[in-house]
Structure formats: C-alpha cells, structure tokens
Nanobody
Framework: VQLQASGGGLVQAGGSLRLSCTAS????????MGWHRQAPGKQRELVAS???????NYADSVKGRFTISRDYVKKTVHLQMNSLKPEDTAVYYC???????????????WGQGTLVTVSS
C-alpha cells in the first residue's frame, strides 16, 4: 500500500493551496482518510479527517479555512487550504485507515509528507 501526496509549496499569507493524496496497492476497504501536520519543534497534529460515511472533523485552528474532500472511486483525499497563515507552515502528512483484505483488519498508513510554507 502506498499513499502519494502532492500539492505543497510556498505561498504568501492569505493565499491558497490544495493538497492531494492517493492510495494505491492492495486495498479492500478504506475507512477514514485525513491530514495531519507537523511544524518544526512541535508534535504532529490532526488537521482534518473524513470518514467513508461522509463525516468530517477539523482542528479548531483551520475551521472555516480548510476543506477536506474525498474521491472514493480514485481513493483520493484533498485538502483545500484558503486564507493561509504563517502558522500553517508545516509538513503535511496524509493518512488512510484501510483494510487490505476481507478480514477487515484496519491499519493506518501514512504518506511521505509534503511541505507547506506560508510567508508573511
């Protein structure tokens, strides 16, 4: 199983970026997909997640600015980030809680991380 993330980069404060992450490989079922981030010197934190049932969850710091969405056919999760702030600067990691077989034993898989830098 692989999670391939893309879309990071450098943007000015107030700007927008869209991150994408696609899962591939031996996948039977995907439950939640989401994004975490880790800023220098800080712990990794949840940014947003979306379940297979359509429920979403956001960190308070990004509510109203970020939107998570999923393409279930393409096994892809997107994170639209608007009104970016310097404090959003971090490495963003996508994750997927998925089962590789009918046993439905779910495990969390992580993407490689993509750097988002917001300049002031």
């Amino acid at each position: 199983v692989q999670l391939q993330a893309s879309g990071g980069g450098l943007v000015q404060a107030g700007g927008s970026l869209r991150l994408s992450c696609t899962a591939s490989g031996r996948i039977f079922s995907i439950n939640a997909m989401g994004w975490h981030r880790q800023a220098p010197g800080k712990q990794r934190e949840l940014v947003a997640s979306a379940t297979s049932g359509g429920s979403t969850n956001y960190a308070d710091s990004v509510k109203g600015r970020f939107t998570i969405s999923r393409d279930y056919v393409k096994k892809t999760v997107h994170l639209q980030m608007n009104s970016l702030k310097p404090e959003d600067t971090a490495v963003y990691y996508c994750n997927a809680d998925l089962a590789e077989s009918r046993s439905l034993r779910y495990s969390r898989y992580w993407g490689q991380g993509t750097l988002v830098t917001v300049s002031s």
